[in-house]
């Protein structure tokens, strides 16, 4: 499927889950708060330095950026830090093993990656909202009944403990943990080579009491 196809498809489901949340209610149970079919699930990574070589067809010239203590890093890498957040890298400096986007042009090296309110973020475990998300909170522990998330990532119970920017309401965002990146092509560049995952749709999610 190519990346035009993929956002057509994607926006078409969403439609789809737009209009069945507006014509349903959650359902109250001794468990918590189940959402059937109220949102989408999609992942995001720290992305690992050593993934982007240029033997790999990423742009691994090493540039500087304001923060990093005129230290340089592959291009590419600094993009992937710019939308994922964070990322690990090859040598530690004062310790520290990450780097982090800390907006308007700027990174600076980190400790690990946190989510919001400055929670160590768990592999498989955490997960992102948005801030408009109507229906769920920070903190919430969730259930994700989802075939696709049970087989490309083996978790079910999700902790929020981060916000993205560019998350939609209706979107569960997934932290897959460290690795490199799928491929340097396309929609590749922001999947990690571990998983085939990139949207989860067919989607049940108990907010536990």
């Not at 229906?135 to 049970?150: E, G, N």
Request: charged letters at 30%; a positive charge; one cysteine or more.
């Amino acid at each position: 499927m190519t990346d035009k196809q993929l956002r057509a498809f994607r926006d078409m489901k969403v439609s789809e889950l737009k209009r069945h949340v507006s014509q349903t209610r959650p359902q109250q149970t001794s468990d918590g708060a189940v959402y059937p079919h109220f949102f989408f699930c999609t992942i995001y990574y720290t992305p690992k330095e050593s993934g982007f070589t240029a033997e790999r067809g990423f742009d691994s010239t090493p540039v500087e950026a304001p923060g990093l203590r005129s230290r340089k890093f592959p291009r590419d890498f600094l993009l992937a830090v710019k939308k994922e957040g964070f990322g690990r890298i090859n040598e530690p400096v004062d310790g520290r093993n990450y780097i982090r986007w800390i907006g308007d042009g700027r990174y600076a090296f980190a400790q690990a990656p946190v989510g919001r309110r400055g929670e160590v973020l768990i592999p498989r475990r955490s997960c992102a909202i948005s801030s408009r998300n109507q229906f769920l909170h920070q903190h919430a522990t969730l259930l994700i009944k989802s075939q696709t998330v049970r087989e490309e990532i083996g978790s079910e119970e999700w902790f929020i403990c981060d916000t993205g920017s560019g998350v939609h309401p209706l979107q569960i965002d997934l932290y897959w943990g460290e690795d490199e990146p799928r491929g340097a092509v396309g929609r590749q560049r922001a999947r990690p080579r571990g998983t085939w995952m990139e949207y989860a749709f067919e989607v049940d999610v108990i907010a536990k009491r």
